[in-house]
């Protein structure tokens, strides 16, 4: 961040922003810089999909859990013991 501070001739406040913006707009500029940046981007927009798909399971998880009507509903796989 300080580094692309120093290219941008800005404060570090001013670029490290929250939210959508430092994922959509300061990281991309941060893995360009980086030898073989299009490795480190998929590996990073892969990295968000996933936690993604992670956090939408727990709360599909967090509904049947919840639900009274909905706690006989078993997920089918193998058994754990």
């Known amino acids: 961040m300080g580094h692309m501070s120093h290219i941008l001739s800005m404060s570090v406040k001013k670029v490290a922003t929250e939210g959508p913006e430092l994922v959509f707009i300061v990281y991309p500029q941060i893995f360009a810089n980086l030898p073989a940046s299009p490795v480190w981007s998929v590996l990073f927009f892969v990295m968000l999909v996933c936690l993604g798909i992670d ?14 009507s909905l706690r006989s509903f078993r997920i089918p796989g193998p058994c754990v013991s």
């Open 55 to 68: 956090s939408q399971v727990s709360y599909l998880l967090l509904v049947f859990i919840g639900s009274p």
